[in-house]
C-alpha cells in the first residue's frame, strides 16, 4: 500500500473518532464473561442466551440437530477464551423453515455514529477470529429490526485460526431509533433451510428483508455431521472502512456492560455455602421485604428467576417458598419480596439477612436483555 493511502486510511479512522475512545460496540467480543454457565449441552430446541453473556442462540422450526455452545480457553494469539460450537446430532434432512443464528442485539442509542438512515451514512466494518473442524461457509449479516432490513456476506472459515474482515456499505434510508431497544443485530447464520437460503443471495447491500436471500448459496449447515465445530472470538464492529486492531477492555470494565441486561449474584465457587444478598425487614409473619442494589444501571426493569435454597437470618430456618420483584419501576435498585414457610414466626419491624441455605448453587437471576 502507498504512504497515499496510509494517510488516507489514517485520516478515516481519525474522522470516524475511532482513537481516544471506544471503537468497538460488540460486548464480550472476547468471550470472556459467561454469567449463567461455561457448557451448555443439549441445546437446538429454543432459542436463548445459554452460556456466554450478550451472545444469543436463535432458533427457527424445529430441527432434529443438537449442539453443545461452550466457552473454552481456546484463541488466535492475544486472546484467551473463545465460544465454541460442537454438533452433537447431526439433520441431514433440513425442512425449509429451520435456522441456527448466533447473534447480538443491541441498543438503537448505542449506534447513532454510523448515522444510517442520513447523507452521511457511515460503512461499518466487522472483523472476527474463527475457525472450525474442516473447511466451511457461513453468512454474516447485519439486520435492521427497526425497518426490516439487511445486509449479508459470505465468509469462509478453515481449520486454523483466520482473521475475517468485512466492510458493509452505508445505508442511507431508514434510520435506527435513538432508545434502548433492539434496533440491530449482528447475525452469524449456521444453518437454514430453503425458506432462508432459496432465492438469489446479493453480497453487501441493504435491502428490505427477502426471507430466502438471506443465507448465501455456498453456505454449510453446522448440522450436517455429528462433531461439526465453530469457533469465534474476537468480534469487533466499528465505523468505516478500516478494520483497526481489536480493543481490549478490562474483565471489570466488560463485566459492567454485561450486566446492563444481566446480572447473576451467587453459584458460589468459594467455598462459602451461606452467601448474603440483601437485608430484608419483615412487615407480617410470613413476609419480608429488602432492597437490592444492582452493579450497574440495567437497560430496563429486570425480571428475577432464582434457582437453589434460601434462608433468613434471624428467622426460623424453614424453607424460603418464593422470592419475587413488587412494585418495582427501577433499574438500578429494586424490591424484593421473600416469602415463608407458614411455621415461621418473623417478628414484624425486625432486619433479616436473605442468605443461601447451605447451597453452592442458590442464585438470583435479574434479566433485561434485549
Known amino acids: 500500500m502507498s504512504r497515499a493511502a496510509d494517510l488516507a486510511k489514517m485520516g478515516e479512522v481519525l474522522t470516524?473518532?475511532?482513537?481516544?475512545?471506544r471503537r468497538n460496540i460488540v460486548i464480550n467480543s472476547g468471550m470472556k464473561i459467561s454469567q449463567r454457565a461455561t457448557q451448555v449441552t443439549g441445546l437446538g430446541a429454543a432459542d436463548g442466551y445459554h452460556t456466554l453473556d450478550r451472545w444469543n442462540m436463535e432458533i427457527g422450526a424445529a430441527s432434529a440437530g443438537r449442539f453443545t455452545m461452550d466457552q473454552i480457553?481456546?484463541?488466535?494469539?492475544?486472546?484467551?477464551?473463545?465460544?465454541?460450537?460442537?454438533?452433537?446430532?447431526?439433520?441431514?434432512?433440513?425442512?425449509a423453515g429451520e435456522f441456527l443464528k448466533l447473534e447480538q442485539r443491541f441498543e438503537g442509542q448505542d449506534l447513532q455514529q454510523f448515522k444510517k438512515g442520513t447523507s452521511d451514512a457511515e460503512k461499518v466494518t466487522v472483523s472476527f477470529y474463527v475457525k472450525g473442524d474442516a473447511a466451511a461457509t457461513y453468512t454474516c449479516e447485519l439486520e435492521d429490526v427497526d425497518n426490516t432490513r439487511s445486509i449479508n456476506q459470505a465468509f469462509a472459515v478453515t481449520t486454523s485460526w483466520t482473521r475475517v474482515i468485512l466492510t458493509f456499505a452505508a445505508d442511507t434510508s431508514d434510520p435506527l431509533g435513538d432508545d434502548a431497544n433492539n434496533s440491530l443485530q449482528l447475525n452469524f447464520w449456521l444453518h437454514g433451510g430453503t425458506t432462508y437460503s432459496g432465492g438469489t443471495f446479493v453480497s453487501n447491500a441493504w435491502k428490505d428483508i427477502v426471507e430466502n436471500t438471506r443465507m448465501a448459496?455456498?453456505?454449510?449447515?453446522?448440522?450436517?455431521?455429528?462433531?461439526?465445530?465453530?469457533?469465534?472470538?474476537?468480534?469487533?464492529?466499528?465505523?468505516?472502512?478500516?478494520?483497526?486492531?481489536?480493543?481490549?477492555?478490562?474483565?471489570?470494565e466488560e463485566l459492567a456492560l454485561c450486566q446492563r441486561y444481566f446480572h447473576e449474584q451467587g453459584r458460589t465457587t468459594t467455598g462459602d455455602n451461606y452467601e448474603a444478598f440483601c437485608t430484608t425487614a419483615s412487615f407480617e409473619a410470613n413476609n419480608a421485604r429488602g432492597i437490592y442494589?444492582?452493579?450497574?444501571?440495567?437497560?430496563?426493569?429486570?425480571?428475577?428467576?432464582?434457582?437453589?435454597?434460601?434462608v433468613s437470618l434471624g428467622g426460623s430456618a424453614d424453607?424460603?417458598?418464593?422470592?419475587?420483584?413488587?412494585?418495582?419501576?427501577?433499574?438500578?435498585?429494586?424490591?424484593?419480596?421473600?416469602?415463608?414457610?407458614t411455621g415461621n414466626s418473623l417478628t414484624a419491624g425486625e432486619s433479616y439477612q436473605l442468605r443461601s441455605n447451605d447451597d453452592a448453587d442458590a442464585s438470583?437471576?435479574?434479566d433485561a436483555e434485549l
Open 73 to 95: 480457553a481456546d484463541g488466535p494469539s492475544g486472546f484467551a477464551n473463545a465460544l465454541k460450537l460442537t454438533t452433537t446430532t447431526a439433520d441431514t434432512s433440513i425442512a
Open 364 to 366: 438470583l437471576e435479574f
Open 293 to 310: 442494589t444492582l452493579p450497574v444501571t440495567m437497560r430496563t426493569v429486570p425480571s428475577l428467576a432464582t434457582s437453589g435454597s434460601f
Open 16 to 21: 470516524n473518532s475511532q482513537i481516544g475512545g
Open 319 to 341: 424453607a424460603i417458598t418464593a422470592i419475587a420483584l413488587t412494585n418495582n419501576d427501577g433499574n438500578r435498585a429494586v424490591s424484593i419480596n421473600v416469602v415463608h414457610g
Open 217 to 252: 448459496e455456498s453456505h454449510t449447515s453446522i448440522f450436517d455431521t455429528t462433531n461439526r465445530t465453530f469457533f469465534i472470538t474476537g468480534v469487533q464492529m466499528e465505523v468505516g472502512s478500516v478494520a483497526t486492531p481489536f480493543e481490549h477492555r478490562s474483565f471489570g
